[in-house]
Nanobody
Framework: QVQLVESGGGLVQPGGSLRLSCVAS????????MGWYRQAPGNQRELVAR???????NYADSVKGRFTISRDNPKNTVYLQMSSLKPEDTAVYYC?????????WGQGTQVTVSS
């Protein structure tokens, strides 16, 4: 079992920055991937960025060059640094863990990009 607690969402103007954090607890030694997904109203949940075993990183094309995912292993935390934010980045952002026992989701944090 893995528990995830997210933080860092909020309201930001276009062009601004935010950093999301996700702390994992529980059985963390068998985590195969950690990452972030997002879901805007009326849309399906989509991958934003993830870190796989071996430190391979995937980004959605829409965020490449603007978002950076990183992980602090001693703190069991994954971060999503978001820069040059656009209104279309507005969504609920979910932390995601792929574990040998299953897939786990955080509760979600709202990110709103608006002037």
């Amino acid at each position: 079992q893995v528990q995830l607690v997210e933080s860092g969402g909020g309201l930001v103007q276009p062009g601004g920055s935010l950093r999301l954090s996700c702390v994992a607890s529980g059985s963390i030694l068998s985590i195969n991937a950690m990452g972030w997904y997002r879901q805007a109203p009326g849309n399906q949940r989509e991958l934003v960025a993830r870190i796989l075993r071996g430190e391979r990183i995937n980004y959605a094309d829409s965020v490449k060059g603007r978002f950076t995912i990183s992980r602090d292993n001693p703190k069991n935390t994954v971060y999503l640094q978001m820069s040059s934010l656009k209104p279309e980045d507005t969504a609920v952002y979910y932390c995601n863990v792929v574990h040998r026992s299953g897939i786990y989701w955080g509760q979600g944090t709202q990110v709103t990009v608006s002037s």
